[in-house]
């Protein structure tokens, strides 16, 4: 359980620090924009060569792009890819009135620093999301002390594909006792040493529908032959 605590505690740190490095981000590009549409003279750009190189398995693409300013012919790198692109597209840029070889995609003008701030958001409320169940687990850590228990037999380990936070799908934990049967929450900590057929001890609150599942308390049911199927 100390394991998974300071997984949880190393996991808000990451998103916090990720969300506020994405917000520094967005607000230095949205200023770059900025300069680009106050200081800068929208025109047209031909795609005239798509370049990539391969490192591993990222692939970084450049985009090699032909304008004219005042009689001038420039070629320069646009410095953005997207998919669809392709030679001899026609496409918008806006360039420095004052040094027309600094050029943008017009395109993301407006709509890269929106997508920067709602990463940033969206990692600040998985922090949120990882701050809340690590509070919420330790009150439910008190019903240990405070609660009823009960022992059930672990029937089913599933795995909840529909989503996942920090690239980890959840899981739930399907037991009985008798007649009474039992369902877990999704459950991000390590259920590796849980298996079907295990007895796992619950705390039930006095007070209200909560409940704790002590991970640690699975073990094998020394009443059942562990190496037959579970419903055999």
């Known amino acids: 359980m100390k394991h998974k605590k300071r997984n949880y505690i190393i996991q808000i740190i990451v998103c916090f620090l990720a969300s506020i490095g994405l917000l520094i981000g967005g607000i230095f590009y949205s200023k770059s924009n900025n300069n680009f549409i106050d200081n800068g003279i929208k025109t047209q750009a031909t795609i005239t060569d798509i370049q990539f190189t391969r490192t591993g398995n990222s692939t970084n693409y450049y985009v090699l792009v032909e304008y004219g300013?005042?009689?001038?012919?420039?070629?320069?790198e646009l410095g953005t890819y997207y998919a669809g692109m392709s030679e001899g597209q026609v496409i918008d840029i806006w360039y420095l009135k004052?040094?027309?070889n600094k050029i943008t995609d017009a395109s993301t003008t407006n709509t890269g620093p929106i997508i920067v701030y709602c990463f940033s958001g969206f990692m600040l409320l998985a922090?949120?999301?990882?701050?809340?169940i690590s509070l919420n687990s330790k009150d439910l850590t008190n019903l240990k002390k405070t609660g009823t228990k009960v022992t059930y037999r672990v029937?089913?380990?599933?795995?909840n594909n529909n989503f996942a936070i920090g690239g980890?799908?959840?899981w739930k934990i399907y037991c009985e006792n008798g007649s009474d049967k039992f369902v877990s929450h999704n459950i991000f900590g390590d259920l590796s040493g849980i298996q079907v057929g295990y007895l796992i001890d619950i705390y039930k609150s006095n007070v209200n529908k909560k409940y704790f599942i002590d991970l640690d308390s699975a073990r094998a049911d020394p009443n059942r032959i562990t190496d037959k199927p579970f419903n055999s």
């Not at 029937?155 to 795995?159: A, E, F, I, K, P």
């Open 127 to 132: 922090a949120g999301i990882f701050v809340f």
């Open 168 to 170: 980890s799908h959840p």
């Open 69 to 76: 300013v005042d009689g001038v012919t420039y070629h320069n």
């Open 98 to 100: 004052t040094d027309p």
């Open 155 to 159: 029937t089913h380990l599933v795995c």
